[in-house]
């Protein structure tokens, strides 16, 4: 069972932060793909995309099982790696075929005449 004080620790306002110090030597996979998540939900914000929440989602529940994983010492690293890495190139291809057919929308349903 993993102790969630051990995960988290609490700053002064009250937010949860996950000591990086020692997970980014430790497991830097699944470190990087949480960041990789974390930066889909301000970009959803911005852009006014709704797919973004969902990427950012999809990413980061991979990346902390990553890590939770990783903390447990169950499973071999390369396997958790492996499964990360997986989740992320899963991820990035939907996003990849979403913003084809997007752009591809744009082209071809358009009533603008592009000359």
Known sequence: MIK????LKINKIGVAI?????????????CFALIV?????????????????YMGAWTSLV?????????QKTW???LITTMVCCGCALATSVYGVMMV???HKIVYDTSISIH
């Open 63 to 71: 990346a902390i099982a990553g890590i939770v994983l990783m903390h």
């Open 76 to 78: 071999p690293v390369y």
């Open 37 to 53: 998540g974390l930066h889909f939900f301000p970009l959803g914000k911005i852009f006014n995309r709704s797919f973004d929440y």
């Open 101 to 103: 057919l997007r752009g």
């Open 18 to 30: 996950i000591p990086f110090k020692w997970y980014i030597r430790a497991c830097p996979s699944p």
């Open 4 to 7: 969630i004080s051990m995960l």
